[in-house]
T-cell receptor
Framework: ELKVEQNPLFLSMQEEKNYTIYCNYS?????LYWYRQDPGKSLESLFV?????AVKQEGRLMASLDTKARLSTLHITAAVHDLSATYFC??????????????FGQGTILTVHP | EAQVTQNPRYLITVTGKKLTVTCSQN?????MSWYRQDPGLGLRQIYY???????DKGDVPEGYKVSRKEKRNFPLILESPSPNQTSLYFC???????????FGQGTRLTVV
């Protein structure tokens, strides 16, 4: 069974600082997604990572994937208040009876302070 | 505008009173699914559908029913809601896989 764990679950950052959210998954996955959720809102897709070594960047967010370590990271550069949200990673199961199913991590609640 | 529409957005009900949360998409997507979101647990899939009249259980199907009589609609039915079904529910759709491309706005359900 594929399990996805995020770390940390709560992150309080100062503006202009850098930080990384980690996403570990337990079995083989062929796709890794990152989503953002603003309070009271739906999920918005940020990145899809399809292969080992994949790196995607948008603005102050950069996501990467290491399939050998079963690890994805979401790096935040020079945080601003607008980045305050909950971030989810999710992995697609690449084998077994749950092939193709998406499993979410617990979510990381990010708060950026002045 | 491409969208997934859920109704209602907020619902408070009593234990045992049957309810339906509607979900409709206007993108002619084959795949639709329901998730529940609980603090510290992320989103967990309840049911999904690959096409009209084709549905399957997700990770937490107990206490829920779904139907897919038309391609655009995928209602979630709670025949006898219980307090442990208090949660935030999302409907989602995708053209070609069970991985969601679009999410609805969410339905916050409270069962007392």
């Amino acid at each position: 069974e594929l399990k996805v764990e995020q770390n940390p679950l709560f992150l309080s950052m100062q503006e202009e600082k850098n930080y990384t959210i980690y996403c570990n998954y337990s079995t083989t996955s062929d796709r890794l997604y990152w989503y953002r959720q603003d309070p009271g809102k739906s999920l918005e897709s940020l990145f899809v990572l399809l292969s080992n070594g994949a790196v995607k960047q948008e603005g102050r967010l950069m996501a990467s994937l290491d399939t050998k370590a079963r690890l994805s990271t979401l790096h935040i550069t020079a945080a601003v208040h607008d980045l305050s949200a909950t971030y989810f990673c999710a992995a697609v199961n690449a084998g077994g009876t749950s092939y193709g199913k998406l499993t979410f991590g617990q979510g990381t609640i990010l708060t950026v302070h002045p | 505008e491409a969208q997934v529409t859920q109704n209602p957005r907020y619902l408070i009900t009593v234990t045992g009173k049957k309810l339906t949360v509607t979900c409709s998409q206007n993108m002619n997507h084959e795949y639709m699914s329901w998730y529940r979101q609980d603090p510290g647990l992320g989103l967990r899939q309840i049911y999904y559908s690959m096409n009209v009249e084709v549905t399957d259980k997700g990770d937490v199907p107990e206490g829920y029913k779904v139907s897919r009589k038309e391609k655009r609609n995928f209602p979630l039915i709670l025949e006898s809601p219980s307090p442990n079904q208090t949660s935030l529910y999302f409907c989602a759709s995708s053209l070609s896989s069970v991985v969601p491309a679009f999410f609805g706005q969410g339905t916050r359900l409270t069962v007392v």
